[in-house]
């Protein structure tokens, strides 16, 4: 079975500094991938970035950098300089193997910029 | 613009009625998912589909029921065998790759 764990239920980060948003996952799996989503108030799940289990490099989107250590089995999120806009819940997931590619989510981590 | 479309977007049901979600794509993805949300939580997988006419269980399947007649359509009936189905709803689809959308969700409170 998966497992996506996310140790912080709250963070702070002040408006131009960066943060790290923690995430460790058990999986058995050889090939699998990893995503990070946020969710604002109003519920929808932005897309922020993507990380295969074979990528030996890791993956940058913007502001988005996703620190991946396979040997530790941890995927965690970077945003570099906060917006107030980055309030938000921000999810990590895995997906499964197989044609059908199920999500394996964590509980989250509610970020919270400030001015 | 491609996309998914869920319906509605609050939805209150009584104790004992059954409910249907609706969940709409045009990106011609062949995968699609529910998901529940409740509050404070991660996403749990209810059921997915990868093909029409056929479906599989997720982790929490009990209670409710769909079915995957059009590629585009993949609707949520929650059952009055669901006991506590006050949550948020997500439908999503894939594709090969890393695509993944997802919709903007329904908000289901039973009174």
């Known amino acids: 079975a998966q497992k996506i764990t996310q140790t912080q239920p709250g963070m702070f980060v002040q408006e131009k500094e960066a943060v790290t948003l923690d995430c460790t996952y058990d999986?058995?799996?050889?090939?699998?991938?990893l995503f990070w989503y946020k969710q604002p108030s109003s519920g929808e799940m932005i897309f922020l970035i993507y990380q295969g289990s074979y990528d030996e490099q890791n993956a940058t989107e913007g502001r988005y950098s996703l620190n991946f250590q396979k040997a530790r089995k941890s995927a965690n999120l970077v945003i570099s300089a906060s917006q107030l806009g980055d309030s938000a819940m921000y999810f990590c997931a895995m997906s499964r193997r197989g044609s059908a590619r199920q999500l394996t989510f964590g509980s989250g981590t509610q970020l919270t910029v400030l001015p | 613009d491609g996309g998914i479309t869920q319906s509605p977007k609050y939805l209150f049901r009584k104790e004992g009625q059954n409910v249907t979600l609706s969940c709409e794509q045009n990106l011609n993805h062949d995968a699609m998912y529910w998901y529940r949300q409740d509050p404070g939580q991660g996403l749990r997988l209810i059921y997915y589909?990868?093909?029409?006419?056929?479906?599989q269980k997720g982790d929490i399947a009990e209670g409710y029921s769909v079915s995957r007649e059009k590629k585009e359509s993949f609707p949520l009936t929650v059952t009055s065998a669901q006991k506590n189905p006050t949550a948020f709803y997500l439908c999503?689809?894939?594709?090969?790759?890393?695509?993944?959308?997802f919709g903007s969700g329904t908000r289901l409170t039973v009174v």
């Open positions: 999503a689809s894939s594709t090969t790759g890393y695509g993944y959308t």
């Open positions: 999986t058995s799996d050889q090939s699998y991938g």
């Open positions: 589909s990868q093909i029409v006419n056929d479906f």
